[in-house]
Nanobody
Framework: VHLVESGGGLVQPGGSLRLSCEGD???????VTWFRQAPKKRREGVSS???????YYGDTVQGRFIISRDNARNTVYLQMNSLKPEDTGIYYC??????????????????WGQGTPVTVSS
């Protein structure tokens, strides 16, 4: 599965961005998760949507981010609102056919995109 992220950029605190993760396969057959990695920090699970359409969020983004999926476009979106400087990082999407661990455990994901950078700064 080839994944391509887009939509990153520079935004002021309090602003919004929408990230896209487009796949060359039917993403509704996978669990798709957004991760992020800030400089000098560990990769962090941000949000996930599974094959049933159930969604999951990390504690730091709950209530601000929304994950969704467009099956016709083989695309998963991450709507990011009320952005904070601590949301800065490279955002990656990853897929796995079946979750064997908690959704935020990166080691289980088989395919990854190249990442898109997000910078939240005034």
């Amino acid at each position: 599965v080839h994944l391509v992220e887009s939509g990153g950029g520079l935004v002021q605190p309090g602003g919004s961005l929408r990230l896209s993760c487009e796949g060359d396969a039917a993403l509704h057959r996978y669990s798709v998760t957004w991760f992020r990695q800030a400089p000098k920090k560990r990769r962090e699970g941000v949000s996930s949507i599974d094959r049933d359409g159930d969604t999951y969020y990390g504690d730091t983004v709950q209530g601000r981010f929304i994950i969704s999926r467009d099956n016709a476009r083989n695309t998963v979106y991450l709507q990011m609102n009320s952005l904070k400087p601590e949301d800065t990082g490279i955002y990656y999407c990853a897929v796995v056919s079946t979750l064997g661990l908690s959704w935020y455990e990166a080691m289980q994901y088989d395919y990854w995109g190249q990442g898109t950078p997000v910078t939240v700064s005034s």
